[in-house]
């Protein structure tokens, strides 16, 4: 199965500045990369995702970029607030496949 | 539109004892699965489905059975509860298998005594 790692596993940051999540993973028939945001006590819920044929997609403040050679995407906050703070997910996967989640990064925004 | 219904939220077993968990979803989603949710090990998928009357096993099966008899709905049954299984349970659906958005039911905290 597809092998999952997610980096940092915690971050804080300061109200206003970026945070960036990397994911990696080992199949490289992957070709769906979403990232889920979980607040605490609640469900995941998808905030954005990417598919292989596009190099980088953005929405407001939040961006994911892939990069399929390194197998490797990340996550991309900018101005972060308060209500960033969470445990973020990503879930590789590809047709026929299975969701593999990592094992997530709980981030902290500092007022 | 409810989207994914999970019940219970919260339950308390004594070990030895069995429970079904259970899961609807209204979407007429044909892949379902079950995650559990252990703290700094992310979720791990215990079984899933990708229609009626097919069931297949996750990461971590072990303790667990499912089925599938409609479309709509994906118990997921404790045999013999064991204070391993204390954790939270997510079910969730999607349009298809890997590749498109998973829908999270609302969880079930369950602690095994």
């Known amino acids: 199965g597809e092998n999952v790692e997610q980096h940092p596993s915690t971050l804080s940051v300061q109200e206003g500045d970026s945070a960036v999540i990397k994911c990696t993973y080992s199949d490289s028939a992957s070709n769906y990369f979403p990232w889920y945001k979980q607040e605490l006590g609640k469900r995941p819920q998808l905030i954005i995702d990417?598919?292989?044929?596009?190099g980088e997609k953005k929405d407001q403040r939040i961006a994911v970029t892939l990069n399929k050679t390194a197998k490797h995407f990340s996550l991309h906050i900018t101005e972060t607030q308060p209500e960033d703070s969470a445990v973020y997910f990503c879930?590789?996967?590809?047709?026929?496949?299975?969701?593999?989640f990592g094992t997530g990064t709980s981030l902290t925004v500092i007022p | 539109n409810a989207g994914v219904t999970q019940t219970p939220k919260f339950q308390v077993l004594k070990t030895g004892q069995s429970m079904t968990l259970q899961c609807a979803q209204d979407m007429n989603h044909e892949y379902m699965s079950w995650y559990r949710q252990d703290p700094g090990m992310g979720l791990r998928l215990i079984h899933y489905s990708v229609g009626a009357g097919i069931t297949d096993q996750g990461e971590v099966p072990n303790g667990y059975n499912v089925s599938r008899s409609t479309t709509e709905d994906f118990p997921l049954r404790l045999l013999s509860a064991a204070p391993s299984q204390t954790s939270v349970y997510f079910c969730a659906s999607s349009r298809a298998r890997g590749n498109t958005e998973a829908f999270f039911g609302q969880g079930t905290r369950l602690t095994v005594v």
């Open positions: 990417i598919r292989s044929n596009v």
């Open positions: 879930a590789p996967g590809d047709t026929g496949n299975q969701f593999y």
